[in-house]
């Protein structure tokens, strides 16, 4: 498992490890509802929070990233 930062680290390696890095792709997408994921939502072209905490909610909105819930 990882966390926080550690999950662009397991990306970045695993992108590596295929010859490939995260900049080579057009568009890039990761959907989180928790601010630990802020690291990775940060690296890609298109962040989504999803039923979002209230820390990651604030900086969504913030950033005018979109944000969604699945929640009726």
Same mark, same amino acid.
């Given at each position: 498992?990882?966390?926080?930062?550690?999950?662009?680290?397991?990306?970045?390696?695993?992108?590596?490890?295929?010859? *490939?890095?995260? %900049?080579?792709?057009?568009?890039?997408?990761?959907?989180?509802? #928790?601010? +630990?994921?802020?690291?990775?939502?940060?690296?890609?072209?298109?962040?989504?929070?999803?039923?979002?905490?209230? *820390?990651?909610? %604030?900086?969504?909105?913030?950033?005018?990233?979109?944000?969604? #819930?699945? +929640?009726?």
């Amino acid at each position: 498992p990882c966390f926080k930062e550690g999950k662009v680290t397991r990306l970045n390696a695993w992108l590596a490890a295929r010859g *490939q890095s995260i %900049a080579q792709f057009e568009k890039s997408f990761f959907y989180s509802d #928790s601010h +630990n994921d802020l690291p990775l939502l940060q690296q890609v072209s298109h962040p989504m929070a999803v039923d979002p905490d209230a *820390q990651l909610k %604030a900086h969504a909105q913030a950033r005018g990233w979109p944000v969604m #819930s699945l +929640n009726p």
